[in-house]
């Protein structure tokens, strides 16, 4: 089955890269605390159940884990999708790849710690060479003594899409998709044969595909979101802001995409 009608499985889920450092096309600055928590709050309100956050995304774990903290009970309703991989220096405010046993290790306690239990663990910045790796294979398996049971790959490139999904390893593949970075279209179907989900990022080009101003930005949205949707897969569009109107936006957008309807001039 082609087109958006294949996918009445995918929905739209919330990076939280924004919330914890500068980022995007635009380089804007995280929120306050208080401003990323009530977005937060905002987002389940809204109907949103998936969170994506990474030890690399700055004080994106701890902003997130103290918001799951606040929610009790409730929490349980939601999905922690997390990953290992990429490491934040601080100091520096930069990012930085260590894919070495004790490295992978140390970060996934640390992750424990901010976020208490774990629904999805990915592979950050996973090279062919990385999903290669015994290191990885043994984190895994740490990962594995610490209740956590299913495992992503966050991919850029199609080698490592292919073995990501050949190894059996792995129930999600994460990956960067739309208009201006195209050439991963082939990875849905590696996915889709697998029997794997995707988790589709930067599905506005990082905030390149949207006006600043001019322009109609509510059917600039929705286009880039039915492009996403032409492809036939289960899973989770990543929409990354630090703003509840923007993701009120998104989700107007992702919703007519969806559906196939008009969407109004905003």
């Known amino acids: 089955m082609n087109g958006i009608a294949a996918n009445v499985s995918v929905s739209l889920g919330l990076g939280l890269v924004s919330i914890g450092r500068a980022w995007g096309y635009r380089e804007g600055l995280p929120p306050t605390e208080e401003d990323a928590l009530a977005l937060l709050h905002h987002a389940v309100s809204q109907g949103i159940t998936f969170f994506d956050t990474a030890p690399a995304y700055g004080d994106s774990e701890r902003i997130f884990g103290t918001f799951l903290k606040r929610q009790g009970a409730k929490a349980s309703r939601l999905t922690v999708s997390t990953k290992m991989g990429e490491h934040w220096n601080a100091a520096e405010q930069s990012a930085f790849t260590d894919h ?14 901010r976020l208490g239990p774990i629904d999805l663990l990915q592979i950050h910045k996973a090279s062919a060479a990385a999903l290669a790796s015994k290191e990885v294979e043994r984190a895994i398996a740490y990962a594995r003594s610490n209740g956590i049971d299913t495992f992503g790959a ?23 998709y739309h208009r201006l970075f195209p050439s991963m279209a082939p990875a849905f179907a ?3 044969d697998a029997g794997m989900g995707v988790l589709v990022n930067r599905p506005f080009g990082m905030g390149r595909l949207i006006p600043d101003e001019a322009g109609d930005k509510a059917c600039r949205l929705k286009e880039a979101l039915a492009f996403i949707l032409e492809q036939p897969f289960k899973g989770v569009i990543l929409t990354g802001t630090r703003s509840p109107r923007h993701l009120d936006e998104s989700l107007a957008a992702f919703r007519a995409a969806r559906d196939g309807e008009s969407l109004g001039t905003g």
Not at 100 to 113: F, G, K, N, Q, V
Not at 162 to 174: F, H, K, N, P
């Open 154 to 176: 966050s991919v850029s490139d199609l080698d490592a899409a292919r073995l990501a999904c050949t190894s059996g390893a792995y129930a999600v593949i994460q990956l960067p």
């Open 100 to 113: 070495s046993y004790d490295a992978l290790c140390r970060s996934l306690d640390r992750s424990l710690e």
């Open 190 to 192: 590696m996915a889709r």
